[in-house]
């Protein structure tokens, strides 16, 4: 039984013991592997999958050419909540489990929303850069902000998260709108919260924030349409998947003052070339490197739950891994 940990340099843990820890516990004969992955290490990762039983990674491209290559592959388990990097059809075909963390961040990543929100608002990188940088003290150089108990946050992606930054919204004052795909109407009332279609979130809202499943449907979801369709120039938010939002219209959007300000946790890339990009070096965006969910109690559950998923699909215990995305 092999089990390899593998990711790129920058989504490695910063240590894997605890990872250890918890595999020799549930399986105590496996051979355990840590691997730092590169795309141009590709074909040496291909080697080290063909005895590989079980892979924990969160954003190795698990295409059908790798999946070719792991030929005694039973599981894939993703230390995140999104599994897109899997050809989960192919995998499925393979009978090879796909199983992502699910929750184990939520009120982490609805903490760095609202952070988001309060800096762009209250103009924070503008003055912190205009003091250390131009050595100026000066309040009245940036856009005067509204009080955030006067605005109105549209929430696309009702889920556990949308659903905790409502709360902590509802909490500042806000008025919060959202839309879901699905039928949310009965939690959103108990939690003062509207749901209401896009159009009107684009009509209504001083700032929106993003927090849908990726799918088919909305790669490329904003787009400069979207954002012209915005009608009070709001702050914007991408706390789900970098690939919903078209970078360059984003671009567009911001140099034509559509947007009053943008936060980004994400971009399209996951290792993104940082030098040149268009979205760098702007006073009114703050980009972090997908570090929303970035807490210690975030860490040790991601870590415990992507492990036991592994025992637990491993052991034929299906019914107790935390979530298993395909029917295999």
């Known amino acids: 039984m092999k089990i390899l940990i ?5 989504s490695m843990m910063p240590s894997h013991d605890y990872e250890i820890q918890v595999l020799r516990k549930g399986l105590p004969d ?5 691997y730092e992955y590169s795309d141009e290490k590709r074909a040496e990762f291909y080697e080290k999958l063909q005895n590989t039983n079980a892979l924990l990674t969160a954003f190795i491209r698990m295409d059908r050419e790798a999946l070719e290559h792991a030929p005694n592959l039973q599981v894939i388990s993703i230390n995140a909540t999104g599994y897109d990097c899997v050809d ?6 393979r009978s090879i489990g796909v199983c992502p963390v699910g929750e184990y961040c939520t009120w ?29 003290w000066e309040y009245s150089i940036s856009n005067i902000p509204t009080r ?64 849908m499943n990726l799918g088919a449907g909305n790669r490329d979801y ?27 219209d984003l671009a567009q959007a911001l140099d034509e003052g559509i947007l009053r300000g943008a936060g980004l946790d994400v971009l399209s890339d996951e290792t993104p070339k940082l030098e040149g990009h268009p979205l760098v070096n702007r006073r009114n965006l703050i980009i972090t490197p ?18 036991e998923n592994i025992v637990h699909f491993v052991k034929g215990e299906k019914e107790n891994v935390f979530r298993l995305v395909n029917e295999v």
């Open 30 to 34: 496996a051979e355990i592997e840590v």
């Open 6 to 10: 593998s990711d790129y340099r920058a």
């Open 148 to 211: 955030i108990s006067n605005q109105t946050l549209g929430i696309f992606g009702f889920g556990k998260i949308g659903k905790a930054v409502a709360k902590m919204a509802r909490g500042l004052g806000m008025q919060v709108i959202a839309m879901d795909i699905a039928d949310k109407k009965e939690e959103a009332e108990k939690l003062g919260v509207e749901m209401v279609t896009a159009e009107e979130i684009y009509e209504r809202a001083d700032v929106i924030s993003n927090h």
């Open 290 to 307: 997908h570090a929303a969910f970035f807490s210690k109690e975030a860490f040790e559950d991601m870590q415990r739950i992507s492990c």
């Open 222 to 248: 904003f787009t400069i349409r979207e954002f012209r369709r915005m009608k009070r120039h709001p702050i914007f938010l991408n706390m789900a998947r970098g690939v919903s939002i078209n970078e360059e």
């Open 108 to 136: 982490d990543v609805a903490e760095h929303t609202i952070a988001l929100m309060l800096a762009l608002n209250k103009n924070l990188k503008e003055y912190t850069y205009d003091i250390e940088k131009k050595h100026v």
């Open 88 to 93: 989960l059809p192919e995998a499925t075909k």
